[in-house]
């Protein structure tokens, strides 16, 4: 039976409880087919805490020795003074995110009929967000001098090179032709004005080469509009790593709420496992409380399991969550839901 070697980093808060009924699911959908084989690997907040440690290199080398990775969430308190400066975040999930080169960070977003969503009129939403994964202002060029004073100024520059740029453009493109064939690139070019004349001329040459796809540019101040207004216009958006994290965010919002999107980091080159994860953070003001929705988590687990090749696998979790959310009692815990949602994956 072929392997599947999946590398799990729970994380903080709810992250180990998502992850554990995303892997649930998991095991259902592949059970009999493949052989997974889950490595836990304690990294986080609270293992920094506990250690010192945020992620070792050896840490980082057996990580990738997997064929893929799943991941709950991390970070801890923000007020401790340990964690300041989004220690956690930007030492270990994004660390994890530039090594293995993970610039397709892709955010689906489908509002369910059944799910119970803000938008006035939810119509037919079905689109994805790519969001650039290893550029933008995350990459941690900044500096501030004179701090604590009167006189403080702080930088935090965006990164944006065309090789990066062009590279997830292109995927966009080629995700559309196999979609309703329409890009929309978001950003902010009447502002952000040499950052976005690079993604704009790049969107521009690459939209030569996909004749049949429609593109349309919004700023994003008015893409969040759209976004709650009508959103069944986009079909894959392409942004920066910034623009992509706070519309993802929102996508999660109208869809229903945030601990129903998934999102993938995926390496298309296929050198570095691809890591899945849901959308949302650690939530630290509900963990232990057995109330985080689960299916972020476990549609991140469809999202792996296409990725690695199970696309039956993926969809008939899919089918589950679709069955799930249409009838879930008003009131149900991580664990319950986790419960059956793998038990409609294994009756499939
Ligand atoms: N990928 C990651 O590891 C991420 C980590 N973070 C970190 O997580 C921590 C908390 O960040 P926040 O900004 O509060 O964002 P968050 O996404 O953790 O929480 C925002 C709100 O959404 C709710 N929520 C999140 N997931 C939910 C779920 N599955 N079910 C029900 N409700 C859910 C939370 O209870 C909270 O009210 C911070 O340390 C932050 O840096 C934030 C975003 C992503
Ligand atoms: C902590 C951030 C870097 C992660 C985040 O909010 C995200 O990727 O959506
Ligand atoms: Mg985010």
Redesign the pocket.
Known sequence: MEQLQLAVIG?????PE?TGEARKVLRAALAGAVDLVETEFALG?AHYLETGEILPEDTMAEIATHDAIL????????TDPR?AG?I??RGL?LKLRFAFDHYVNLRPTVVHPAVESPLREPGDVDFVVVREGTEGPYVGNGGSIRVGTPHEIANETSVNTAYGVERVVRFAFELAETRSKRVTLVHKTNVLVNAGGLWRRITDAVAADHPDVSVDYLHVDAATIFLVDRPSRFDVIVTDNLFG?ILT?LAGAIAG???LAASGNINPDGTFPSMF??????????AGTG???????ILSAALLAEHQGYADAARRIRDAVDQDVASRPASTT?SATGDRIAALVAAA
């Open positions: 994380g903080d808060g709810i992250g998502v907040a991941l709950g969430a991390v970070g801890g308190d923000p964690l989004g956690i975040e999930l994290d965010d709420g945030i601990g994860e849901p959308v949302h953070g650690s939530a630290p003001d509900i109330t985080a929705d689960p299916t972020a988590a991580t």
